[in-house]
């Protein structure tokens, strides 16, 4: 089993609809990163977050520290939202490396 | 303020053969972790570089070797490359570790033929 598990992971949608992308862990952290990546392969960071929840303009995402669980959320989904989304994970010990789930594909269809 | 800066984009090799790879940090960034990403998987930890020295290190066989210089920039090597090396390389930088967050290079694909 997987250190971090996303869920789904493909996803196709209507532009306009809500998103959610699951991420749950297994190990104890300091904390979660949500990415997006592009074709190119190039990974933009989108959140760092240890607890509650933080926004940016239509994405928002939230953590559950007891549950071991975040989702990443994205509001009136455009075409230019679809890309790859990563959660990672920063380990509460070591040497501070990311830990990636396999990513979730979002489609997002005009 | 810069961003991480990742050469060359992609690279084709034979088999055999030995690679670098190299990655400018993004300016005041003390840190650089070096990445593999097969197609169609997450990205797996190679190992890190802090202030010069390698601060942990993935499951990786010691032909994956690697440098960080005084202004932080840092190599990835490879050594008798094997075609299941073929994947995107991507390197990211960060100060003092993850607390303060991490930027991606756009990566490195190269392929092994």
């Known amino acids: 089993k997987n250190e971090v598990e996303q869920s789904p992971q493909n996803l196709t949608a209507q532009e306009g609809e809500f998103i959610t992308i699951n991420c749950s862990y297994s190990?104890?952290?300091?904390?979660l990163h949500w990415l997006q990546q592009h074709p190119g392969g190039g990974i933009v960071s989108l959140f760092m977050l240890s607890s509650g929840k933080k926004k940016h303009g239509r994405l928002i995402a939230t953590i559950n520290i007891q549950e071991k669980h975040s989702s990443l959320h994205i509001t009136a989904s455009h075409p230019r939202d679809s890309a790859v989304y990563i959660c990672a994970v920063t380990p509460n010990f070591g040497n501070e490396k990311l830990t990636f789930g396999t990513g979730t594909r979002l489609t997002i269809i005009p | 303020e810069t961003g991480v800066t990742q050469s060359p984009t992609h690279l084709i090799k034979t088999r055999g053969q030995q690679v670098t790879l190299r990655c400018s940090s993004q300016?005041?960034?003390?840190?650089v972790s070096w990445y593999q990403q097969a197609l169609g998987q997450g990205p797996q930890f190679i190992f890190q570089y802090y202030r010069e020295e390698e601060n942990g290190r993935g499951n990786f066989p010691p032909r994956f070797s690697g440098l960080q210089f005084p202004n932080y920039s840092s190599e990835l090597n490879v050594n008798a490359l094997e075609l299941d090396d073929s994947a995107l390389y991507l390197c990211?930088?960060?100060?003092?570790?993850?607390?303060?967050?991490?930027?991606f290079g756009s990566g490195t694909r190269l392929t092994v033929v």
């Open positions: 300016s005041g960034h003390n840190t």
């Open positions: 990211a930088s960060s100060l003092q570790g993850a607390y303060y967050g991490y930027t």
């Open positions: 190990v104890g952290i300091s904390a």
